[in-house]
C-alpha cells in the first residue's frame, strides 16, 4: 500500500486532448510535488509546492499547469500534449524540515501514453 | 547538490548479502546521504540516509567511509523482491527541496 495516491493509473490521450493528473496525500505533509520519468532517462522534477505555493518550475512546458488547491492535493493539467510527453507522472510530499534528512514519499505513477 | 557515481547494473544471488556501492568524492560537510529505490513500475521508495555515522533500518544498512567520499548500501539477505534499480543522493540542507536522481544501479537477484 502506498501513502500517496495517484490517479489515474493509465492514460491515453489524443495531442488534442485535456486530462488531469490527481494526486493525494493524507500524511500532513505541506511540500509536494511532480516528476517525469521517461523511458530509459532519470526522474525529472518538474513542479514544487510549499505550503500550496509553487516554489520550483524546471523550465516546464506551458502545455503543463500544476494546481494545489491545498496541502493534501496535487493537480496536473494536460493540454495540447505531443507524443513525446509520454512518461511514468510521479507525485511525491515530504515534511517540510530545515535540516537534509528531509524524505520524499512516491505516489505509483500515472503512465500517460499520448497518441 | 553534488554528483554520485554508482555502477550501472550488480547481480546478487537470493539470501546472500549485497553491497551497492556510491562514490561521492565531492560531498560537502553538510550533504547527507540518501538511497532509495524503484522497484519495477512502481514510484522511487525511500531506503535510509545518513550523515557521518553507520546507520541500520529494517530495510538495509548504510555503511559511510571516513572521509564521506563513498557510502555502501547493504541489503542483508536479498530477496527476489529487491530486484530494483538503487538510487544514492546527496542532500544539502536549505538546498532546492527536489530529489537529483541520477541513473542509479539496477539489482538483479537471481534464484
Known amino acids: 500500500d502506498t501513502e500517496v495516491t495517484q490517479t489515474p493509473k493509465h492514460l491515453v490521450m489524443g495531442m488534442t486532448n485535456k486530462k488531469s493528473l490527481k494526486c493525494e496525500q493524507h500524511?500532513?505533509?505541506?511540500?509536494m510535488y511532480w516528476y517525469k520519468q521517461s523511458a530509459k532517462k532519470p526522474l525529472e522534477l518538474m513542479f514544487v509546492y510549499n505550503f500550496k505555493e509553487q516554489t520550483e518550475n524546471n523550465s516546464v512546458p506551458s502545455r503543463f499547469s500544476p494546481e494545489c488547491p491545498n496541502s493534501s492535493h496535487l493537480f496536473l493539467h494536460l493540454h495540447t500534449l505531443q507524443p513525446e510527453d509520454s512518461a511514468l507522472y510521479l507525485c511525491?510530499?515530504?515534511?517540510?524540515?530545515?535540516?537534509?534528512?528531509?524524505?520524499?514519499?512516491f505516489g505509483p505513477g500515472t503512465r500517460l501514453l499520448v497518441l | 547538490d553534488a554528483k554520485t557515481t554508482q555502477p550501472n547494473s550488480m547481480e546478487s544471488n537470493e539470501e546472500e548479502p549485497v553491497h551497492l556501492p556510491c562514490n561521492h568524492s565531492t560531498i560537502s560537510g553538510t550533504d547527507y546521504i540518501h538511497w532509495y529505490r524503484q522497484l519495477p513500475s512502481q514510484g522511487p521508495e525511500y531506503v535510509i540516509h545518513g550523515l557521518t555515522s553507520n546507520v541500520n533500518n529494517r530495510m538495509a544498512s548504510l555503511a559511510i567511509a571516513e572521509d564521506r567520499k563513498s557510502s555502501t548500501l547493504i541489503l542483508h539477505r536479498a530477496t527476489l523482491r529487491d530486484a530494483a534499480v538503487y538510487y544514492c543522493i546527496l542532500r544539502r540542507p536549505g538546498s532546492a527541496r527536489q530529489l537529483t536522481f541520477g541513473s542509479g544501479t539496477q539489482l538483479t537477484v537471481l534464484p
Open positions: 511525491a510530499s515530504s515534511a517540510l524540515t530545515s535540516g537534509g534528512g528531509e524524505t520524499q514519499y
Open positions: 500524511l500532513g505533509h505541506n511540500a
